[in-house]
């Protein structure tokens, strides 16, 4: 059936679709529709009223909410499921259990098995006005043998959504793609804080109005002398520049590249290459981020705040960066480094982000340790560096990952060596 055909309403679509969930189930096991009886937890339905509003978008066209398989996950994607309704919207929710799936699509898989678990998988991208994930990791769990198997998974899956995605967004049938976090007990531990304070801590942080952050990230970006205003957006300035902190020291460029400021708002006053309005969002947000000229990056990157990829954790890394691809790699499992980014174009400069811009996130910086999820971790230390796929936010690289490596103050002799941005040529 196709679903995107002119004449469908959004209801019908929602009506013709689920039964394309339910034959999805099929293909991983035990996805499960959420109880229409469940109701969220006030501070959640709270939380989720300021997500939607400063997303301002979801009242139009159809919006498909995938749930991480957690009670906050499900606690989440329900209060927003009930928003989107109540502004007028329709939506779909349905439970994806990320280590149940994947480990029965992973183990003693075959290409074929995991082709059709992809088609199925990139269906449901496809039906979406607005793609929204209400996430939480917890750790991956998978096994040994599924492990094996999981390069597989990603060079199938991820570059086509990765690339269906983005081609939604410049037909113009993708109107919103949203990942709204949902705190985890799993986080609260990594960085020893009771989960009660955590949850209530990161709660508040998600319930920031837009304008605050945009304000500030604004002011923030023209500080570093890097950016400029232009008509209707933050452009990077002509020159080179070099970034140093911590055991990271590099050069960049950035002449004419977009800054983007993560502002949990479709729309804000920042545009795509093509001059299509930004609809890419964080929950909670406070991060602004360039995709650098890709070959002009040259120096060093240094961290040793943990890096969790799908299949284990750096706990250190290091490597050059030459004509901006990542080189002379030393890491704490160099094995694993080179199992995740197999390929050339994944260790390609794909964003230079400066996080820092949630005040309500603040009580993270002065622990100073990593939660251990992307999402929020970006938002805390002062800097952070990606390597693969960067096609999404201006840049010129096409890849199968993108992979955020957040970057401390504090090197490796324990020295603190703050965030300096000089242009040098």
């Not at 799936?101 to 003693?108: G, H, N, Q, R």
């Not at 678990?117 to 998978?142: E, M, V």
């Not at 990952?401 to 941005?421: K, M, Q, T, W, Y």
Request: hydrophobic share 35%; aromatic share 8%; glycine share 8%.
């Amino acid at each position: 059936m196709d679903f995107l055909s002119k004449p469908y309403s959004a209801k019908e679509l929602k009506r013709d679709l689920t039964p394309a969930l339910e034959e999805y189930s099929k293909d991983a096991p035990k996805l499960a529709a959420i109880n229409p009886d469940f109701t969220p937890r006030e501070d959640y339905l709270e939380t989720a009223k300021v997500v939607v509003q400063n997303i301002g978008v979801l009242e139009n066209g159809l919006n498909i909410i995938r749930v991480y398989p957690s009670t906050n996950s499900i606690e989440m994607g329900v209060a927003v499921n009930h928003w989107v309704n109540q502004i007028g919207g329709n939506s779909i929710l349905f439970l994806f259990p990320m280590d149940e799936a994947l480990e029965a699509i992973l183990t003693d898989a075959t290409k074929e098995k995991i082709e059709v678990f992809a088609k199925n998988y990139l269906a449901a991208i496809q039906q979406a006005s607005h793609w929204t994930i209400t996430y939480g990791a917890k750790g991956y769990s998978l096994s040994e043998n599924a492990k094996k198997n999981y390069p597989i998974y990603n060079q199938i899956l991820s570059p086509q959504a990765s690339k269906l995605l983005n081609r939604k967004i410049e037909d113009g049938s993708l109107m919103s793609w949203n990942m709204i976090y949902a705190p985890q007990p799993y986080s609260a531990n990594k960085i020893g804080m009771v989960f009660s304070e955590y949850e209530s801590k990161i709660l508040e942080a998600m319930r920031v109005k837009t304008d605050e952050i945009l304000r500030k990230e604004t002011q923030e970006a023209l500080a570093t002398y890097a950016f400029q205003k232009s008509e209707t957006q933050l452009v990077g300035k002509d020159g080179i520049f070099e970034l140093e902190i911590g055991d990271t020291k590099f050069e960049f460029q950035v002449a004419g590249r977009q800054i983007f400021r993560d502002v949990g708002r479709v729309g804000t006053d920042t545009y795509l290459k093509n001059g299509m309005p930004d609809i890419i969002t964080n929950n909670p947000c406070g991060e602004f981020f360039v995709a650098p000229i890709e070959s002009s990056v040259n120096g060093q990157l240094g961290t040793n705040v943990p890096s969790e990829l799908p299949a284990g954790v750096l706990t250190r890394t290091y490597f050059k960066f030459e004509d901006g691809i990542a080189v002379s790699i030393d890491t704490s499992n160099n094995e694993l480094f080179e199992k995740t980014f197999d390929e050339k174009s994944t260790r390609v400069i794909a964003e230079i982000g400066r996080g820092g811009q949630n005040e309500k996130l603040s009580f993270l910086q002065e622990i100073g340790k990593p939660t251990g999820d992307t999402l929020i971790d970006e938002k805390v230390f002062p800097l952070h560096v990606a390597i693969g796929e960067n096609t999404h936010m201006g840049g010129q690289n096409e890849a199968k990952i993108h992979h955020d490596f957040s970057i401390s103050e504090i090197n490796s002799s324990g020295e603190i060596v703050p965030l300096r941005i000089r242009k040098i040529a």
